[in-house]
């Protein structure tokens, strides 16, 4: 992604003492006390996330009723349905409970509705046919909580019903169920609100189990798969859950997902929430979205290799079908707008494109295109739409003020859904972009740099390794952008057919390897030699044997040269490492002057791309240290009004020592400062 902004810290970075001194290295120390973790016991409760973070589920409401009744049929030898949804988070859910069930010799009956045909959530048909099958007892999960007239009609069909959800419950009020074990229900006491569908589900278990050990031995995989997928906060219990899972997939996965590893390229290599993330759950995921979530369930579910290696090679196989798919649909829609280029939100519509994977293909479009996107399916007079925010334009408000050209609509803020009439498809149109008028001008996309990295040493194996301790990464422990600022680009290497690149950067001496996925030499917009921003992840790098430090970049600009040398001219002069690279010799202010005696003693222009009319081969900021000396030194005088700066030559009788000025003297300070700790540390 090409980002408008970036957010970069400036000035002193906080390095806590009580975490160096607990031995916790520069960049983990500086991260944590980003976030506000700043004392050595507390760092070490939130980076081991032990089992002590796990909240009793009797917290929370109806669980107590919802336990006994399970743990009823479990003594009766009931029948027992369990109905999910078509997500990650809603398979898990189902798979758990269903594999709990049938290891206490129960017979289930698992249920994922059908995508395309059933849509989300509980129906009265499906409550008919598992009565039929002879359940006694259905558990919802990952869904239920606003299903009023579902419950009504178990109820009255004698089919006892426990919800068991995480979403948002309905302002008129929650289904009369047996129980309805929700965290976010009205009164509910119980302190985590960001458990996914699967974490609810697990909480149920847990309070017939009268522990969580034992499950967590068995099914963490399950519960961390679909908490990751799901994206759910990675803190307190999650974090916890999280971590088992992915031990539990790493050193004993279960059959279904050691297959799908396995047919990904992904066995016997490390496990983190992003191989769930981007490796695992897309694969789960489009057997939903093309209308076989059954399936990936029956993957997990299986017992054996040779159960599961077929179903993983179909899962794959539909994972690259859905791709295609969005391709192809991603073209469709990039061949009218190029008829009809879009001056408001995107409003398109076919006959032709899948229901399941329009969604991907509208956030594509939304954040190509920089603006809103909905697209519609067409299937004769109806049509099922997906819908897309961008730069906090609020989707659900927007629907709600377009209801009158609707049939029907749903979601949240960033991402909706919307039911319509073929022959309203033009008035809804019309009538966004009308609504979108009035909103205001939409953010653009900004890059957060949590960490300036002021010393080449945090780099080292030790740091870089140090800094995995923060995983398992996600919403509410992000994995920390780092930036590397004003570093020499010294090589630039294709790779990968050109769609990747491999990058050397240096710096005071060091030098980094760098990898960049995704982006084109074209696309990079710098070029060997040019002095450079990097906001990166730092990673250990194995190959051939060898372990190094690797920089995986998530984005590359050409040096932001206005604000270093606002802090520059406001007297704020940067950390040890870059002083020593803007200490200047005697060299750099021979060409500095000569460069203002050639035009005549008087230069302008303006300030922020001093870099491009200054000197040549001279850093901006090193240009302004050593006109700012020259002016301590009067030798010269500078002039700043507003976006455009003056330099002028003055003459001055008696010898001037430029490297007396204060600002070199301190600069000069600095730089031993840096070369001691260089020395310390080799």
Same mark, same amino acid.
């Given at each position: ?34 976030? !506000? ?17 796990? &909240? ?9 009723? @919802? ?59 499906? #409550? ?15 869904? !239920?909580? =606003? ?16 919800? =068991? ?9 929650? %289904?009369?169920?047996?129980?309805? #074990?929700? %965290?976010?229900?009205?009164? &509910? ?35 961390? @798969? ?31 997902? /050691? ?6 390229? !992904? ?25 076989? /979530? ?15 290696? %077929? ?27 190029? @008829? ?33 996107? #909905? ?40 991402? @909706? ?22 909103? %205001?001008?939409?953010? +653009? ?22 800094? +995995? ?8 422990? /992000? $994995?920390?952008?780092? &930036? ?8 630039? =290497? ?9 990058? *050397? ?14 982006? $084109? ?53 940067? !950390? ?46 090193? =240009? ?18 507003? /976006? ?7 003459? $001055? ?16 300070? *600095?730089?031993?400062?840096? $070369? ?7």
């Amino acid at each position: 992604m090409k980002y408008s902004k970036w957010i970069v810290p400036r000035g002193e970075q906080e390095l806590p003492p009580e975490l160096l001194a607990a031995g916790y290295p520069p960049m983990l120390a500086a991260v944590l006390a980003r976030r !506000g973790i700043s004392g050595g016991a507390e760092a070490e409760a939130f980076l081991a996330a032990g089992a002590d973070s796990l &909240c009793p589920p009797e917290q929370m409401l109806d669980m107590d009723k @919802a336990a006994a009744r399970l743990r009823l049929a479990v003594e009766r030898g009931e029948t027992v349905a369990v109905y999910g949804d078509y997500d990650v988070d809603g398979i898990t859910s189902a798979c758990l409970v269903t594999s709990w069930l049938r290891s206490r010799g129960l017979r289930c009956l698992p249920y994922i509705p059908d995508r395309l045909e059933e849509g989300y959530g509980l129906n009265m048909a499906a #409550v008919d046919s598992l009565a039929a099958q002879g359940a006694t007892l259905l558990i919802t999960v990952d869904c !239920g909580i =606003t299903a009023a007239g579902e419950a009504e009609h178990a109820r009255d069909i004698g089919l006892d019903l426990i919800i =068991t959800d995480h979403h948002e419950c309905s302002a008129a009020g929650l %289904p009369q169920a047996l129980a309805v #074990v929700d %965290p976010k229900r009205p009164g &509910c006491p119980y302190p985590n609100k960001g458990l996914a569908g699967v974490g609810v589900a697990f909480k149920l278990l847990c309070a017939v189990e009268g522990g969580a050990e034992a499950l967590l031995s068995e099914y963490a995989d399950l519960v961390g @798969a679909g908490t990751v997928a799901d994206v759910m906060p990675l803190v307190g219990e999650n974090r916890y859950i999280v971590r088992r899972g992915l031990e539990q997939m790493e050193s004993r996965p279960r059959p279904g997902l /050691a297959a799908l590893l396995a047919e990904c390229g !992904g066995a016997n290599k490390r496990i983190s929430a992003s191989t769930v993330g981007f490796t695992i759950a897309p694969r789960l995921n489009a057997a939903g979205r093309l209308g076989n /979530a059954r399936l990936a369930a029956q993957l997990l579910l299986s017992r054996s290799a040779a159960e599961a290696e %077929p179903l993983a090679r179909e899962l794959c196989r539909l994972n690259r079908e859905r791709q295609e798919l969005e391709h192809e649909i991603w073209e469709q829609a990039h061949e009218l707008l190029r @008829a009809s280029p879009p001056a408001g939100p995107i409003v398109l519509a076919s006959e032709g494109w899948h229901q399941g994977v329009i969604g991907i293909a509208a956030s594509r479009l939304a954040e190509e295109f920089r603006r809103p996107c #909905v697209m519609i399916c067409l299937d004769g007079e109806n049509g099922k739409g997906s819908c897309r925010s961008y730069g906090g334009f609020n989707l659900f408000d927007a629907l709600a003020a377009c209801s009158d050209c609707l049939e029907g609509f749903g979601g949240h803020a960033l991402a @909706a859904g919307l039911t319509i009439k073929r022959s309203r498809v033009d008035d809804f149109r019309r009538e966004l972009a009308e609504y979108y008028r009035t909103c %205001p001008e939409p953010t +653009e996309p900004a890059l957060e740099c949590e960490l300036r990295i002021d010393d080449p040493a945090w780099l080292d194996m030790e740091g870089v390794a140090a800094l +995995e301790r923060l995983e398992p990464y996600g919403t509410g422990n /992000a $994995r920390p952008n780092i &930036c590397l600022l004003g570093a020499g680009l010294e090589r630039i =290497t294709p790779i990968g057919g050109g769609s990747h690149l491999k990058l *050397r950067l240096y710096k005071g001496g060091a030098e980094f390897d760098c990898v960049m996925f995704g982006t $084109r030499e074209s696309e990079l917009g710098a070029r060997e030699g040019d002095t450079v921003d990097a906001a990166f992840y730092p990673q250990i790098n194995e190959f051939r044997g060898r372990r190094s430090v690797q920089l995986l970049m998530c984005a590359l600009r050409r040096s932001d040269e206005l604000a270093e040398c606002e802090d520059i001219l406001a007297g704020e002069l940067p !950390g040890a490492w870059e002083s020593a690279e803007l200490c200047p010799e005697r060299r750099d202010f021979v060409r500095v002057w000569r460069w203002l005696e050639r035009a005549g003693g008087h230069i302008e222009g303006e300030f922020g791309r001093l870099g491009d009319w200054g000197p040549q081969g001279l850093r901006a900021s090193k =240009t302004l240290v050593c006109l700012l000396a020259m002016a301590q030194e009067g030798l010269a005088n500078i002039r700043r009004e507003g /976006a455009r700066v003056r330099f002028s030559s003055l003459e $001055r009788s008696g010898k001037a020592n430029l490297d007396e000025s204060p600002i070199v003297t301190a600069l000069r300070a *600095r730089r031993e400062e840096y $070369r001691e700790g260089r020395r310390r540390h080799e």
